[in-house]
């Protein structure tokens, strides 16, 4: 006997239920979920997720905004701390990860790429037990010509006052932070975030103005057919690195992808698979992507995705910094690729 279809009115009403549902995934109440509990230090983690994807939101607003108003597009006319042309935009989302941290209340000290030094915030550091480490905007460059740009964040416990600028505490292998994720600026704004509980995708929904849940538990490939690299750079590499490259040329079944933002490429290689590469050449031996504001945040998300990050030598996660703005080489991506590059660099040595 065929069964009875379900009225119209409760099919509606569940949908429309679920709807709600996934309206009401937002990162802080998802937060508290993967946590688990409601104890000070999971809503203390929650408000700081809530208060970096305001930053995010705010970010967006003004790339929206870009070349129709001023101060958005070009360069300052000055120079950061690493030596590189400083974009209106890199002043604009620093001051604004400063300005939505400072009313956290949790957060007594912040690290960025754009700074000599880290900015405390007295007035939070009685109870602010937190330290943010974040890239304000990464590939901005491209901000210029309309394409992907993100932002990077570190989330670390605050140990001892520190008050002097030493940031001994910060001086640790990224194993030691307890968050970390990224923003990524283009056709829709997407946040990504792990606390070591896996990796999990939302995007930002304008009309709510609030990033709704996009997907749980994200697993990079173990093997991709994108290497992304900047080429120009080929005959400053490393020969092992040069072997590489001529191999994905020879071997076929490989696609280079390379936008000038990371966050771009990552995000890419996160969902498709495939492997990243910034390695050190005979220009910067040490590599030029900073391991507390790039490297490692991005290393613990996509180790938290099943995937590996290396310097070629050595997890990126156990790399020892031994000054705040310390660069290294970076290979990332899926385990198979990772293990492909790593074969090389380890046959030339």
Partial sequence: MNQAPEPLNLVVADKQGQDLENDCRTVSHH????????????????????????????????????????????FTGGV?????????????ANEVFIAVL???????RLASEEMEKPYYIPENCPIGRYTLLYDPIDGSSNT????????????????????NSEVKDLLAPGRKQIAAGYILYGPSTMMVYTIGKGVHSFTLDPSLGEFILTE?????????????????NFW??????????????????????????????????????????????????????RLLYESAPLAFII?????????????????????????????????????????FIHNNH
Avoid: W
């Fill in 31 to 74: 937060v508290l979920q993967q946590l688990q509990s409601s104890s000070h230090s999971a809503q203390d983690l929650s408000t700081l997720m809530n208060r970096i994807a305001l930053a995010g939101k705010l970010i967006a607003r003004r790339l929206s905004k870009a070349g129709l108003m001023d101060g958005t597009l070009g």
């Fill in 80 to 92: 950061n701390v690493q030596g590189e042309s400083v974009k209106n935009m890199d002043v604009y």
């Fill in 102 to 108: 400072k009313q956290s209340g949790l957060v007594c």
């Fill in 144 to 163: 210029d010509i309309n394409l992907s740009l993100g932002s990077i964040f570190s989330i670390r416990y605050q140990e001892g006052e520190n008050l």
């Fill in 216 to 232: 749980e538990n994200i697993r990079i490939p173990e093997h991709g057919s994108v290497y992304s690299l900047n080429e120009g």
């Fill in 236 to 289: 400053q590499c490393d020969e092992s690195i040069q072997e590489y490259i001529r191999y994905v040329h020879r071997a076929g079944g490989y696609s280079s992808r390379y936008s000038g933002a990371m966050v771009s490429d990552i995000h890419r290689i996160l969902i498709q698979g495939g492997v990243f590469l910034y390695p050190g050449n005979s220009l910067k031996p040490e590599g030029k992507l």
């Fill in 303 to 343: 180790e938290q995705a099943g995937g590996k990050a290396t310097t070629g030598h050595m997890d990126i996660l156990d790399v020892l910094p031994t000054k705040l703005h310390q660069r290294t080489p970076l290979i990332i991506g899926s385990n198979q690729d990772v293990a492909k590059v790593e074969s």
